[in-house]
């Protein structure tokens, strides 16, 4: 008789970890808070370019004309939007690394991972912008277009993130499951 | 305890996102302060400079260059001592052995700050304290919502 879904027993049983995995976690954490900081040691032109170009390719799609001014610049109706490290994940995508490292996997499958979040998280990012110039194109606000859209975007990536990381405790190495 | 510390490692997250987004924050930026030194005369008779510009004072309060001596004898404040300020840049003499410079520098920094308000006719597409507080606010009632689902609760 198969077992209760994993989703749900997750839900119903309270997570009880041991010391050594408290440790890790806060390890995890501290490292996330580095890697988050070490983030914006960098300017990350190139990414703010492809990340402006996919905004501005699918707001092309949405019927948005946005106009390009410079690198990370885009102008719509006048105003200009300037696309900033926050605007290309790659804070979230850096602060995520120790948190989805999964030590009982050897090392390259974690970068191939890692590299396969990275891809999910720049199309996760430019179909946000997307949807707040959408929303901000139906005369939304620009807070509620894009500053509670952006916000609600890094609460699904925690929920991922967290779900992941609990998953990744209870059954330590996904090599195995395959 | 284990719930308390899962949202004490969210705020150091946020944190530390927060610090790193101010840190890129390219706002204006700027800086006022006196330099002023005070040295003991050299009286060097006989050299005199003539329009001579004031020189540059010194950066960071450390130590005042001599100011040159705009008319008649020539004195400069070999031994003078900042007392305070920060960078002055137009440095003027005045007269004998006193070198008072008033700098003030004002620097505007880039487009966008950290709110992402460059200006009158600029967003940032970063997200700000709202994306900041939006995303607290649903950790918060995700976590409260997780703890009452995993809750025993009696018949």
């Not at chain 1, 580095?34 to 960098?42: D, R, W």
């Not at chain 1, 948190?99 to 050897?106: R, Y």
């Not at chain 2, 005369?41 to 260059?65: F, K, L, V």
Request: charged content about 10%.
């Amino acid at each position: 008789m198969p077992g209760p879904p994993r989703q749900n027993s997750s839900l119903l049983t309270p997570c009880k970890r041991s010391g050594a995995e408290r440790r890790t976690l806060w390890i995890r954490f501290a490292l996330a808070a580095l890697a988050v900081a070490v983030s914006y040691l960098f300017r990350w032109e190139s990414l703010r370019f492809l990340s402006s170009e996919a905004n501005l390719r699918l707001d092309l799609l949405a019927g948005i004309h946005l106009q390009r001014i410079s690198n990370d610049t885009v102008m719509w109706k006048g105003v200009l939007y300037r696309y900033e490290n926050p605007c290309t994940f790659v804070d979230v995508w850096f602060g995520s690394v120790p948190l989805l490292w999964n030590l009982a996997c050897p090392v390259i499958w974690n970068i191939g991972f890692m590299a396969i979040v990275a891809m999910g998280m720049f199309c996760f990012n430019a179909l946000r912008l997307s949807v707040s110039d959408i929303l901000f194109a139906a005369q939304v606000p620009w807070n509620l277009a894009h500053n509670v859209i952006s916000g609600l975007s890094y609460f699904l990536v925690w929920v991922w993130i967290w779900t992941r990381l609990n998953d990744s405790y209870r059954s330590p190495s996904p090599l195995d499951a395959a | 305890m284990k719930r308390l510390l899962q949202l004490l490692a969210v705020l150091i997250l946020t944190s530390a996102w927060v610090m790193a987004q101010s840190g890129t924050g390219t706002g204006a930026g700027s800086s006022s302060g006196t330099n002023s030194s005070t040295g003991s005369m050299n009286g060097q008779t006989g050299n005199s400079n003539t329009g001579a510009p004031g020189t540059q004072g010194s950066n960071n309060g450390t130590s005042a260059t001599p100011g040159q001596s705009t008319s008649g004898a020539s004195s400069a404040g070999e031994t003078g001592s900042s007392t305070s300020g920060n960078s002055g840049t137009a440095g003027t003499s005045t007269g004998a052995g006193t070198t008072t410079d008033t700098g003030t520098t004002n620097s505007a920094g880039g487009n966008a700050n950290a709110n992402g308000n460059a200006g009158a006719n600029s967003n940032s597409k970063g997200g700000g304290e709202i994306a900041l507080g939006t995303f607290l606010g649903l950790a918060a009632l995700w976590e409260v919502s997780r703890r009452k689902k995993s809750a025993v609760r009696p018949f």
